[in-house]
């Protein structure tokens, strides 16, 4: 009976350790794809201020057709994007502001 109680608790706080790890597994998995979107979306809010300031001739076609096809490569719309970019900016100031706090 012992014996059991004491595999009980094994098992009980390796299953506790492999919940940690797959929460922490998804914290990076989240930390990476906020990352790798963050750099997209923050050129391509570079691309709208450059064309807003400049207003180059079909620069605004050029932006809307290209971000267009990058959504759609990624399986989305470009309003879905977008959607997708407010989220990661909101992602990315939560991790910034989880590091930063350490200092």
């Not at 180059?56 to 759609?72: D, K, M, S």
Request: with cysteine; aromatic share 12%.
């Amino acid at each position: 009976m012992r014996h059991a109680w004491l595999l009980a608790i094994a098992l009980f706080s390796f299953s506790l350790s492999a919940q940690e790890s797959e929460d922490g597994a998804n914290l990076a998995k989240r930390m990476l794809v906020t990352g790798k979107m963050s750099g997209g979306c923050g050129i391509m809010q570079l691309q709208i201020q450059y064309q807003q300031n400049t207003g180059l001739e079909g620069g605004t076609n050029f932006i809307v057709r290209f971000w267009t096809a990058e959504a759609a490569r990624l399986g989305m719309t470009l309003d879905e994007y977008a959607g997708q970019c407010r989220r990661v900016v909101e992602n990315y100031q939560e991790f910034y502001e989880m590091f930063d706090s350490g200092e």
